[in-house]
Structure formats: C-alpha cells, structure tokens
C-alpha cells in the first residue's frame, strides 16, 4: 500500500503496508563543508555519492558562510550558487555528519571554525551525541598539513560526542593513492592548477568515507 511522506526528525516515514516499513524509511546524513576554490566541494559531492549507495540513506548537502573582519557586512541569507547554508536543525535532523575543510596554515578554515563556535546550545544539549562523524580537508600542497587538519577537525566532534569513524586499511585504494586519502578522513590534494578533479584514488576514499559514515548511522538507527 502507498502512503504519504511524513517528516519526523532526520526521516523521511513512508507510509507502507505492515511489515514493510523499513523499505522505505530515509535517512539523512549532513554533509557541511566550506569550500573557497571548489576542491573540497567536489569531494564532498563524491562523499555524498558514497553516503547514497548505502540503501535507505541520503546525504544533505550544506555549506558555511566566510567570515570577515567587518561583520557588520552581512552576507545574504541563501548563497547564489551551491549548497544552502547550514541551519541548527540540519545538525538535530541528520543520523550522522561529514564536515569538510580547505586546509589553512595546517587546520580547518575560519569559516567552518565559527560555525563550530556557535554550537553551545547543541553541545548542551547532546544534538550530535552518539551520531558516527568523518572529516575531509583539500590542500595545495601533498605535505601541506592534511592529517593535522583532519585530526583538529576531529577534536569539537568529539566534544560534541560524536562517533568519530576513519577510513580503514581494508580500503585497497588507501594502499595505493600517490596523492590524498588517510586513515583520519578523506582528502585531495589539489595542487595550484584550475580546476583540479580529485584523483581515481581520492575519488573512491571519499565515497568510501560516506558510505561507512551512512552505514553505520543506518545501524544505529536500526
Ligand atoms: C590562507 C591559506 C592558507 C593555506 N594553507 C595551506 C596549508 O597549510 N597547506 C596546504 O597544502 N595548502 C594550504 N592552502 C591551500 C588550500 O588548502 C588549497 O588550495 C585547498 O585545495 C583549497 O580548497 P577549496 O578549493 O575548497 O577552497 C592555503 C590556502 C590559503 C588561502
């Protein structure tokens, strides 16, 4: 029997005959990043691809607005191109979280940073307790400070009781990239050319990040 979508926190409940609910019960998993360039939009777009091959799950692309130095000059409330910008309630609805940066001077972007510092009330609160979380970060250069971004990345997520989740050696392509791809996150170095595409390697880490994080907030869920 169809039904009707309800929303109900980061689900979308089908209305389905007895028995069948799981079939056709979505959940999302946020995929936040800044990007100033455009390489770490392009791996959160195949992070994304991997979040949606696990079966039951989608990944909600969002993005951060920048910051400057006047504050006062107030960016638009929907940006003209790309991912909407991030609300709290996408951090309430989400199963699990991918958070994205470009590499600066070795860590995260301020933009992404201040996004970060706002979240008191949900670190209070637990919004993002017991939800599994991966990172990613793009750098210029392949020793230009990847891991140590990552891991700082890392550090609020775990404040804010996340479940942090890596990329494990059973990954073959981990062996073998010549370029981006850790242990602590998806990567990509972008290097100083127009228009760089993420490697054949980076590429299948990236949606293997996603489809991890995806898997296990889907049995969490479960
Ligand atoms: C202020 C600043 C600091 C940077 N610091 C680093 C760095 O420490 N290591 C590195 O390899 N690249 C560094 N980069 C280069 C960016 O990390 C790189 O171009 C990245 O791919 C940009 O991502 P985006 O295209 O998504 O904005 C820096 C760039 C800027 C503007």
Redesign the pocket.
Same mark, same amino acid.
């Given at each position: 029997m169809e039904g009707y979508p309800m929303r109900n926190g980061g689900r979308i409940a089908i209305l389905v005959a007895p028995g069948r609910e799981d079939a056709l019960t979505m959940a999302e998993i946020l995929v936040l990043y800044? =990007? #100033?360039?455009? =390489?770490? &939009?392009r791996l959160a777009r195949q992070i994304a691809r991997g979040v949606g091959e696990v079966p039951g799950m989608s990944a909600r692309l969002r993005t951060v607005p920048p910051v400057a130095a006047v504050t006062q000059a107030a960016q638009p409330p929907v940006p003209d191109d790309g991912a909407p910008y991030v609300s709290v309630q996408d951090l309430a609805e989400c199963e699990g979280l991918l958070l994205g940066s +470009? !590499? #600066?001077?070795?860590n995260m972007a301020a933009p992404m940073k201040h996004f970060l510092d706002t979240l008191g009330a949900e670190w209070v609160n637990g919004t993002l307790a017991g939800k599994p979380a991966g990172v990613f !970060?793009? !750098? &210029? =250069?392949m020793h230009?400070?990847?891991e140590s971004t990552l891991l700082s990345m890392q550090l609020p997520l775990l404040h804010h009781g996340c479940l942090i989740v890596g990329i494990p050696f059973t990954e073959p392509a981990l062996s073998h990239t010549r370029s981006g791809g850790t242990p602590y996150g998806a990567s990509?170095v &972008?290097g100083t050319a127009d228009d +760089?595409q993420p490697s054949e390697e980076e590429a299948q880490l990236a949606r293997a990040l996603g489809r991890r994080v995806a898997d296990i907030a889907r049995r969490l869920c479960a």
């Open positions: 800044y =990007s #100033r360039g455009g =390489s770490v &939009a +470009p !590499t #600066r001077f070795g !970060t793009s !750098t &210029a =250069s230009g400070g990847q990509h &972008a +760089p």
